[in-house]
Each structure stands twice: as C-alpha cells, then as structure tokens.
C-alpha cells in the first residue's frame, strides 16, 4: 500500500472517529501534528510507521459492532479511502502469508501478530494460534524484545 492511500485512510478515520466518538484529544489533531512534523522536517513519516498505525485503527474496530464498521465503511468509501473491511482483509492476508512462510521478516509482521494473539475475539485459533505464538517467540529471540515505544499510535 502506497504513502498516499495510507494518509488518506488515517486521517479519513481519524475523522470519523472524531465525529461519532468522543474522546478527550482529537486523533485527527494528533495525527495531523505527527504527519506535519515529519513534513516540516522535509521528510515523511515511514510508511511501515504508517502501515502500523491503520494496523492499530483495524486493531479497534474489531472489537465495535458490525454495524458500526458497515457505517465507518460507508464514510470512508464516500471519502475515497480504502475501507475497514478491506484493511482486515489486507490483515488476514498478511498473517496467511507469515504463517505459510514459517516466519516473521520485520517488526510490523511481528506487532501484527502480537496483538493477533493478544485478542482472543481475533479468530487467531487452535494451530494457527499455536503457530502465530510461535513465530512471535522465535521472532523475539532473533531480534530482542519490542516494546510498544517503537510504534507511532493514533489512538
């Protein structure tokens, strides 16, 4: 997924989220702060930061009921941003491809993975599951442990 589409995504749901839920900071005055920071610097915000956070937006609506992903995906397709169904199926197709590999390559598989096995509700079950915590340990002994501090969050 390019740069753009995933802007466009995060602060098309950002928005949303805004406007149908309150909270006590704005995330699309957050996430704003961070995309024009990097910008005022002359640079972007790395796309697998990016990446991380639509990870984190999927992580949330998860957990809503369907209805109100059937509603954040009627605003996000009218917006022209790719929609929450789409990104778990992106999701779901990512963790297809790591299981199938027998292995995590870098920190998003791993974070994507970790909070998989963290959501008992994720659908990660029996072998899969299995595997997946597999893999994160693996994964971890290769590398170190993560800590959530190395990921850019917009709520």
């Known amino acids: 997924m390019e740069y753009d589409e995933l802007k466009?995504?995060?602060?098309?749901?950002?928005?949303?989220?805004?406007e149908r839920y309150a909270?006590?900071?704005?995330?699309?005055?957050?996430?704003?702060?961070?995309?024009?920071?990097?910008?005022?610097?002359?640079?972007?915000?790395?796309?697998?930061?990016?990446?991380?956070?639509?990870?984190?937006?999927?992580?949330?609506?998860?957990?809503?009921?369907?209805?109100?992903?059937?509603?954040?995906?009627?605003?996000l397709r009218d917006r022209g941003a790719i929609t929450i169904t789409v990104m778990m199926a992106e999701v779901g197709r990512m963790v297809l491809k790591v299981l199938k590999r027998g292995r995590i390559r870098d920190d998003e598989e791993f974070y994507v993975l970790t909070e998989l096995l963290n959501d008992v509700s994720s659908g990660l079950v029996g072998r899969d599951r299995e595997r997946a915590g597999k893999l994160v340990s693996d994964y971890e002994s290769r590398?170190?442990?993560?800590?959530?501090?190395r990921r850019l969050t917009t709520g």
């Open 8 to 18: 466009r995504f995060l602060v098309t749901v950002a928005r949303f989220r805004d």
């Open 23 to 75: 909270a006590p900071v704005s995330i699309l005055t957050s996430l704003q702060g961070v995309l024009a920071a990097a910008e005022g610097r002359g640079s972007r915000v790395p796309v697998g930061a990016l990446r991380q956070a639509a990870h984190d937006q999927v992580s949330w609506f998860r957990s809503m009921p369907r209805e109100s992903i059937r509603e954040a995906d009627a605003y």
């Open 143 to 149: 590398s170190g442990p993560k800590t959530p501090a």
